[in-house]
C-alpha cells in the first residue's frame, strides 16, 4: 500500500504524503512512492500539484531517523542518492506544485518543500534542519536550496544552530508565500492551484523552466533562455487564443495545452 495518497480535483493532483505513525517521515518506501505518484500524474490534463501531509500536526518530521540509524556510508549515500533524486524530479516536474506546509517540516520536510515551486503554510507549521544535532549534514539539498530562498546568513543560523523557525517567522524571511489558519490551507492552495490552472498551461510550464534555468546562469545566458522561451509559445494554439481572447475582449478563454 501507498505511503501517498493522490487526489485528483479538477485540474489539479492533490499528492499527501501519509505515514501517520512516524509523522509522515521520509523512509525508502515513501521516497519511492512520492516519485511514483509523481509519475503517474496526467501531465496533459493535470496543471498544477500540491503537496501536503496528512493530519493535522506535521507535513513531513524529516528522512526517517530509525532507518537511517544503522546505515554505513555507501548505505548513506546511497539513501541520499534516492532523496536527492525525488526531490529533483520534484523541482524539475514541468508543472507548478505548490507545498501546502501543515505542520513540521524538519530536516527532509523542510527539503521537500524547498523542492517545491510555492510554499504556503498553517499557522502551526514549524521549519528547520535539525540535521547538526544528529550528527549529519542536511543531505537532501537543505545547504544548497535554503541559502538560495533565504539570505545566506538566515540559512546558516537555521542550519549551524539547529534553530526551529515558526510559520511567521518563515514569512518573515521569504520562505513561505503565506500564512493561513489550519482549516484556511487547502482552500487556498486549491485557490492558488486553480489560478495557475486558469492560464495557458505550456506558458506556465515555459516560465518555471526559464526561472529555474535561469537562476544557475549568468544574466547573458539567462536572458537566452527567456528569449528562447518566448519564441517557443508562438507555435502554441495557446498564444493565438489568449491574444485573440484580448483582440475580441472575450472573457472566456480556452486553453488546450497545444
Ligand atoms: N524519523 C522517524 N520517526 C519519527 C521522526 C523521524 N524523522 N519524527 C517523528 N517520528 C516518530 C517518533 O519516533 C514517534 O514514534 P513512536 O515513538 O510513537 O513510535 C512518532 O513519530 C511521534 O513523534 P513524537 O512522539 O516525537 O512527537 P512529538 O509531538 O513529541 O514531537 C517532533 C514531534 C517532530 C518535534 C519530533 O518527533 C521530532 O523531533 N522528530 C524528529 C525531527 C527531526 O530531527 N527530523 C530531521 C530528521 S534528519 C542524508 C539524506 C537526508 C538527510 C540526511 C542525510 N544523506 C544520507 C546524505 C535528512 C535528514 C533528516 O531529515
Redesign the pocket.
Not at 60 to 68: L, Q
Not at 128 to 131: D, F, L, M, Y
Given at each position: 500500500m501507498s505511503n501517498v495518497k493522490t487526489e485528483v480535483q479538477g485540474q489539479v493532483a492533490i499528492l499527501t504524503i501519509s505515514r501517520p505513525?512516524?509523522?509522515n517521515?521520509?523512509?525508502s518506501e515513501t521516497l519511492d512512492d512520492i516519485k511514483a505518484a509523481f509519475e503517474a500524474i496526467d501531465q496533459k490534463e493535470i496543471r498544477a500539484v500540491i503537496l501536503t501531509g496528512d493530519g493535522d500536526?506535521?507535513f513531513?518530521?524529516?528522512?526517517?531517523?530509525?532507518?537511517?540509524h544503522g546505515?554505513n556510508k555507501e548505505?548513506?549515500?546511497?539513501?541520499?542518492?534516492k532523496?536527492?533524486d525525488v526531490f529533483r524530479y520534484i523541482e524539475t516536474f514541468p508543472i507548478p506544485v505548490i507545498a501546502a506546509v501543515n505542520g513540521?517540516a524538519?530536516?527532509?520536510?523542510?527539503?521537500i518543500c524547498m523542492s517545491c515551486d510555492i510554499r504556503l503554510a498553517s499557522d502551526n507549521a514549524?521549519f528547520?534542519?535539525?540535521?547538526a544535532?544528529?550528527g549529519?549534514?542536511?543531505?537532501?539539498g537543505?545547504t544548497q536550496r535554503l541559502a538560495r530562498i533565504v539570505a545566506p546568513g538566515i540559512a546558516k543560523e537555521i542550519i549551524y544552530a539547529t534553530k526551529n523557525i515558526k510559520a511567521d517567522k518563515a514569512k518573515e524571511i521569504g520562505l513561505v508565500n503565506e500564512v493561513y489558519p489550519q482549516a484556511e490551507l487547502m482552500p487556498a492552495a486549491l485557490k492558488l492551484a486553480n489560478k495557475i490552472a486558469a492560464n495557458a498551461p505550456i506558458a506556465v510550464r515555459e516560465c518555471k523552466k526559464a526561472i529555474n534555468d535561469g537562476l544557475q546562469v549568468d544574466m547573458d545566458k539567462a536572458i537566452v533562455i527567456e528569449e528562447e522561451a518566448f519564441g517557443r509559445c508562438f507555435e502554441t494554439a495557446d498564444q493565438k487564443e489568449g491574444m485573440g481572447a484580448f483582440l475580441e475582449k472575450r472573457k472566456d478563454k480556452h486553453f488546450i495545452n497545444a
Open positions: 505513525k512516524a509523522l517521515a521520509l523512509n500536526k506535521s513531513v518530521a524529516g528522512a526517517d531517523i530509525a532507518e537511517m546505515l548505505q548513506g549515500t546511497a539513501f541520499g542518492k532523496g536527492n513540521y524538519l530536516g527532509g520536510g523542510n527539503e514549524v528547520g534542519q535539525p540535521e544535532g544528529l549529519i549534514t542536511p543531505g537532501f537543505g
